[in-house]
C-alpha cells in the first residue's frame, strides 16, 4: 500500500488506508499466487501514476486513462497482464451521478472489479433505480461474449468492521 497523495481531503483521510487494506486483503483471497499492490490516486490520474510505475503489463491505451480513483488495486500475475481494481470511495450518500462516474472510469480502464462505496448508504433515487425498478444493467461497464458482464458493486462502508456491508451490496454476485 502506498499512500502517495498530499491533498486528500482530512474527512477521508482515515477511510482510505481502511479502504486500501480491504482490497488488498480481496485482491489477495482472489489471486493467492499473485502479487498485489494498492494505491491512493484519488489527486493523480492513473496515467501519470503508470507512467513512473515499474510493475505491471499494461495494455497501450493506459496513457490515456486520464483518470482519477480514490483507491486503485493491481494483480501481478506471471505472464498475464496487469489486472486492477477500482474502488470509489464518497463520504455522502452515493448517487446516480456518483454511478455515473465511476461508470465512466470502468468503461475506460475496464477493471476485474468495480466498487462505489460510502459509509452514509445510498441516496433514495439511486435506491429507487436499483431496487424497486430493478435496473441493475445500468451497473455493466464491459461485455464479453459468453460471460457474465463485469458491474460496478455499490455498498455501504461500514467504518466500525472496516468493511463492505453484504447486507446492502447490490451488483456483486459472486464476490
Same mark, same amino acid.
Given at each position: 500500500?502506498?499512500?502517495?497523495?498530499?491533498?486528500?481531503?482530512?474527512?477521508?483521510?482515515? /477511510?482510505?488506508?481502511?479502504?486500501?487494506?480491504?482490497?488488498?486483503? /480481496? %485482491?489477495?483471497? !482472489?489471486?493467492?499466487?499473485?502479487?498485489?499492490?494498492? $494505491?491512493?490516486?484519488?489527486?493523480?490520474?492513473?496515467?501519470?501514476?503508470?507512467?513512473?510505475?515499474?510493475?505491471?503489463?499494461?495494455?497501450?491505451?493506459?496513457? +490515456?486513462?486520464?483518470?482519477?480513483?480514490?483507491?486503485?488495486?493491481?494483480?501481478?500475475?506471471?505472464?498475464?497482464?496487469? +489486472?486492477?481494481?477500482?474502488?470509489?470511495?464518497?463520504?455522502?450518500?452515493? +448517487?446516480?451521478? !456518483? %454511478?455515473?462516474?465511476?461508470?465512466?472510469?470502468?468503461?475506460?480502464?475496464?477493471?476485474?472489479y468495480? /466498487?462505489?462505496?460510502?459509509?452514509?448508504?445510498?441516496?433514495?433515487?439511486?435506491?429507487?433505480?436499483?431496487?424497486?425498478?430493478?435496473? $441493475?444493467?445500468?451497473l455493466?461497464?464491459?461485455w464479453?461474449?459468453?460471460?457474465?458482464?463485469?458491474?460496478?458493486?455499490?455498498?455501504?462502508?461500514?467504518?466500525?468492521?472496516?468493511?463492505?456491508?453484504? !447486507?446492502?451490496?447490490?451488483?456483486?454476485?459472486?464476490?
Amino acid at each position: 500500500m502506498n499512500n502517495s497523495e498530499k491533498k486528500i481531503p482530512k474527512h477521508l483521510t482515515a /477511510f482510505y488506508p481502511d479502504v486500501c487494506n480491504w482490497l488488498e486483503e /480481496f %485482491l489477495k483471497g !482472489h489471486f493467492r499466487q499473485a502479487e498485489i499492490d494498492v $494505491h491512493i490516486l484519488s489527486n493523480t490520474p492513473i496515467s501519470r501514476f503508470l507512467s513512473t510505475y515499474d510493475s505491471g503489463n499494461f495494455p497501450g491505451e493506459w496513457v +490515456t486513462w486520464n483518470i482519477k480513483v480514490d483507491v486503485v488495486g493491481f494483480v501481478h500475475r506471471s505472464n498475464k497482464p496487469t +489486472t486492477i481494481a477500482f474502488v470509489e470511495c464518497k463520504n455522502t450518500k452515493l +448517487t446516480l451521478a !456518483h %454511478l455515473s462516474q465511476l461508470l465512466g472510469y470502468s468503461r475506460i480502464a475496464q477493471p476485474l472489479y468495480s /466498487f462505489l462505496i460510502s459509509p452514509l448508504g445510498f441516496s433514495r433515487t439511486l435506491v429507487s433505480l436499483l431496487q424497486e425498478y430493478r435496473r $441493475h444493467d445500468v451497473l455493466e461497464y464491459h461485455w464479453e461474449a459468453g460471460r457474465i458482464p463485469r458491474k460496478v458493486v455499490i455498498a455501504q462502508w461500514e467504518a466500525s468492521k472496516s468493511n463492505l456491508n453484504r !447486507h446492502t451490496m447490490i451488483g456483486g454476485i459472486g464476490i
